[in-house]
Nanobody, 127 residues
Framework: QVHLLESGGGSVQSGGSLRLSCAAS????????MGWFRQLPGRERSFVAT????????SYVDSVKGRFTISRDKYENTVYLQMNSLKPDDTAVYHC????????????????????WGQGTRVTVSS
């Protein structure tokens, strides 16, 4: 079993920054990958960013490219999402997810690619 705990959400004004954290614990594969998804009000959960176990393979949804950065601390089993230049459209509940399987070189942008999920942390961006 794997547990994920997100933190770092909050309320900011447009143009501001937040850094989300997601700490993983439990029975972790060495080569796990992690991702961030978000659920906007009234919408289904959607992909934001992913990072493979090497730390070099990343992918982002177009709307956050150049503003958000996903990174990880392998020793702390923690993944981060640095969010800059936030916009009201970024208001959502952000969930981290872990792909707890051997690495196969893919970059996973759908929920089916992940095995465990955090409860989410809310981000509110006001104009």
């Amino acid at each position: 079993q794997v547990h994920l705990l997100e933190s770092g959400g909050g309320s900011v004004q447009s143009g501001g920054s937040l850094r989300l954290s997601c700490a993983a614990s439990g029975r972790l594969f060495t080569e796990y990958g992690m991702g961030w998804f978000r659920q906007l009000p009234g919408r289904e959960r959607s992909f934001v960013a992913t990072l493979d176990y090497t730390g070099r393979g990343t992918s982002y949804v177009d709307s956050v490219k150049g503003r958000f950065t996903i990174s990880r601390d392998k020793y702390e089993n923690t993944v981060y999402l640095q969010m800059n230049s936030l916009k009201p459209d970024d208001t959502a509940v952000y969930h981290c997810a872990i792909r707890n399987r051997p690495f196969d070189g893919g970059k996973y942008e759908t929920e089916e690619g992940y095995d465990y999920w955090g409860q989410g942390t809310r981000v509110t961006v006001s104009s």
